[in-house]
């Protein structure tokens, strides 16, 4: 089945980049890989995760490394997009999973996914480079295509939402983020071109719409 060798697959790269000593056991890598290829996913999947664990494997600081690297995977580990806590939920999670939930590295992991709701500006050497990555495509350096990749992975993971009212929140959060963080105000203009030329391919099922997860 090609979907049990993916996600057999991502358990494998998780097993072999995670900080497991710092886990109470080897086999919540299987966990974590199934958590990261639910089916609802379509952008907060494997893709995003090993991204970004590709990006931080490569940090020369031994903690930072083991910060960076299980923020990733656990900061996205529960999402649901009707949810309103998938941050504080997946930190939970990480501190279930420990061994020593007290530990500098695990205490300090949970504090950064929690952040990961991205209200303000992160006030830390640290926060910046997993908002950086985490946030990626509404950065500067990224190309329309990739871009209009990602505004597409978004909305089809909100198709229970009437299309009328997600395009009219996922453009109030894009002007919102564009004003939060002016780093990134090219892009959300970008994404937001690329929304109103958007259009649901199939039927998406009428309910009430709150974009619970921050959605970057």
């Given at each position: 089945c090609p979907m049990a060798s993916s996600v057999e697959s991502l358990a494998?790269?998780?097993a072999s980049t995670a900080p497991l000593h710092l886990l109470r056991e080897p086999q919540l890598a299987a966990q974590l890989a199934n958590r990261w290829s639910e089916r609802h996913r379509s952008w907060h999947g494997p893709g995003h995760l090993l991204s970004m664990l590709k990006r931080f494997e490569v940090e020369s600081d031994e903690e930072e490394r083991e910060i960076l690297i299980l923020a990733a995977l656990?900061?996205?580990a529960i999402y649901d997009p009707r949810r309103s806590d998938n941050e504080e939920a997946s930190a939970a999670l990480l501190l279930n999973h420990?061994?020593?939930?007290s530990h500098p590295v695990v205490s300090r992991t949970a504090e950064l996914i929690t952040a990961t709701r991205w209200t303000e500006l992160p006030n830390d050497a640290l926060?910046?480079?997993f908002w950086e990555a985490d946030c990626h495509p509404l950065g500067d350096d990224i190309s329309v295509s990739d871009r209009l990749e990602y505004e597409r992975a978004i909305f089809r993971e909100y198709?229970?939402?009437p299309w009328p009212m997600y395009r009219a929140k996922r453009a109030e959060f894009l002007r919102e983020w564009a004003m939060r963080f002016p780093q990134h105000?090219?892009?959300?203009?970008?994404?937001?071109?690329?929304?109103?030329?958007?259009?649901?391919?199939?039927a998406v099922y009428p309910g009430s719409f709150n974009p619970f997860h921050r959605g970057h």
């Open positions: 494998t790269t998780i656990y900061h996205d420990a061994i020593d939930p926060t910046w480079k198709q229970w939402a105000r090219h892009g959300a203009e970008v994404c937001l071109e690329l929304l109103s030329g958007l259009s649901p391919r199939i």
